[in-house]
C-alpha cells in the first residue's frame, strides 16, 4: 500500500525518470527511447524534453536516433511554437565535436528548413558559429525562392562575414603559411559572388524587385573589388561566368586541380575546368586510347589524380587500356579529372557502364 502511495505521489518528471532509467536497462532500448523522445518534443514540459533529448544526443551516432533529431528539428521549424525546443536541438547539434560531418549536415538542414520557412530567430540561433561558405548556399537560394527578404538580408550579410574557414581550409590545402595568397583571396571572393550571382538570378526571373535591392548592392562590390576597374558586368550566369573562367585563368595549374576536391558551385568548378582544358600554355601531351578511340589529357592533370600515370615503367605520353578499360568508362574517368563529376549515361546499358566506370577507377 505504501509503495502503491509513493508511486502515485511522483511528479510526471519523476515517473519520465524512472521509466528511462528501466528503459536503459534493456539490451537495445533505441526504438522505445525515439517512441519517448518524439512524444517530448511535441508536449510535456520542456524539462521532460530536455531529459529525453540528454539520452537521445549521447547516442546519436546511431543512425535511427540521427534521423530522428533530424525530423523532430525541422517539424519544429515548420510549427513555430516550439522556438525553446528549436534552440535547444540547434544548441545541442553545436556541441557534437566527435562527429563533424554529421554536425555540419544536421545544421545545414535545419538552415534550409529555416529559410523555407522564414523563420529568422532559429537561422540566427544556427549562425552563431562560423561554417565554410558552402554551407550557406542552398538556404541563400532558398531564401530568394521564398521572398523572404528578412532571411535573405541575414544570409547575405552571413556570407560576407564569413570566409574564415575557407581561409584556413585553403591554407592547409595549398600549404601557405598564411592566408594572404592571391590564389585563395581570389578564390573566395570568386566563391561568394558565384552564389550571389545565382541568388540574383532567381530574383530576376521571379521579378523580385525588392529582392534584387537587397542582393545588387552586395554583387556589385564583390565585382569593383574583383575587377579593378569593374567591367560593365551584368547580372546573368553567362557574364559571369566568362569573368570567372578570365579569374580562374590567373590562378596557377595546381591550385586550380586542388580546387576540385572543395565543394564549390558548379559555375565554378565549370571555370576551373576550362582552366586546365584550355590553358594556351600547355598541350594536351599524353593520349590514352582503347578499343580505336584515343582521348588526349594533360600530363599534370593525370598525376595529380592518380599515381598509376606518375610510375616511372610507364611511357607518360602514351597508354593503351586495349581489354582493360572500356571506351565510354575511360572517357568517363577523364571527364571526372577536369570536371570533378561523372555523366550519368542515361542509357539501356547504364548499370554496365557505371560498373566500367567503377572498375575504371579502382584500376588507376
Not at 508511486?7 to 519523476?14: A, F, I, T, V
Not at 535511427?64 to 525541422?74: G, K, N, P, V
Amino acid at each position: 500500500m505504501a509503495t502503491s502511495i509513493i508511486h502515485l505521489s511522483l511528479s510526471p518528471l519523476e515517473k519520465l525518470k524512472k521509466s528511462l532509467s528501466g528503459l536503459l536497462s534493456t539490451p537495445d532500448p533505441t526504438d522505445d527511447l525515439i517512441s519517448i523522445y518524439k512524444s517530448a518534443v511535441t508536449s510535456g514540459s520542456f524539462e521532460s524534453y530536455k531529459l529525453v533529448a540528454a539520452e537521445m544526443f549521447s547516442r546519436i551516432d546511431n543512425p535511427a536516433i540521427a534521423l530522428t533529431i533530424e525530423e523532430s528539428i525541422l517539424a519544429a521549424i515548420k510549427k513555430r511554437g516550439q522556438l525553446p525546443r528549436t534552440e535547444h536541438i540547434v544548441m545541442n547539434i553545436l556541441r557534437l565535436r566527435n562527429n563533424r560531418v554529421l554536425r555540419e549536415n544536421l545544421l545545414k538542414s535545419a538552415l534550409e528548413a529555416a529559410a523555407r520557412e522564414n523563420n529568422v530567430a532559429v537561422a540566427k540561433c544556427i549562425l552563431q558559429e562560423e561554417f565554410p561558405i558552402c554551407f550557406l548556399q542552398s538556404s541563400i537560394l532558398l531564401a530568394a525562392r521564398e521572398n523572404s527578404a528578412k532571411m535573405l538580408t541575414l544570409l547575405v550579410k552571413t556570407l560576407v562575414e564569413w570566409g574564415g574557414v575557407d581561409v584556413r581550409t585553403l591554407v592547409a590545402l595549398f600549404g601557405f603559411a598564411d592566408g594572404s595568397h592571391p590564389d585563395i583571396a581570389v578564390h573566395i571572393d570568386l566563391h561568394q559572388l558565384s552564389i550571389l550571382t545565382m541568388a540574383l538570378e532567381i530574383c530576376v526571373a521571379h521579378k523580385s524587385v525588392g529582392m534584387q535591392t537587397i542582393l545588387l548592392a552586395t554583387w556589385s562590390d564583390y565585382v569593383r573589388k574583383l575587377t579593378k576597374p569593374a567591367p560593365g558586368l551584368g547580372n546573368t550566369p553567362q557574364e559571369f561566368n566568362k569573368f570567372a573562367v578570365e579569374e580562374y585563368g590567373k590562378l596557377s595549374r595546381v591550385n586550380c586541380l586542388k580546387l576540385f576536391c572543395q565543394r564549390i558551385p558548379d559555375n565554378l568548378r565549370c571555370s576551373i575546368s576550362e582552366r586546365l582544358k584550355f590553358d594556351g600554355s600547355r598541350s594536351m601531351n599524353v593520349s590514352l586510347s582503347t578499343g580505336g578511340e584515343v582521348i588526349k589529357a594533360h600530363s599534370d592533370v593525370l598525376v595529380y589524380w592518380s599515381p598509376y600515370f606518375g610510375r616511372k615503367e610507364h611511357d607518360l605520353f602514351s597508354y593503351c587500356f586495349d581489354g582493360k578499360v572500356p571506351v565510354r568508362a575511360l572517357r568517363a574517368v577523364v571527364e571526372f579529372m577536369y570536371t570533378g563529376g561523372y555523366p550519368d549515361p542515361k542509357t539501356g546499358d547504364r548499370e554496365e557502364v557505371l560498373q566500367g566506370v567503377f572498375n575504371a577507377a579502382k584500376y588507376f
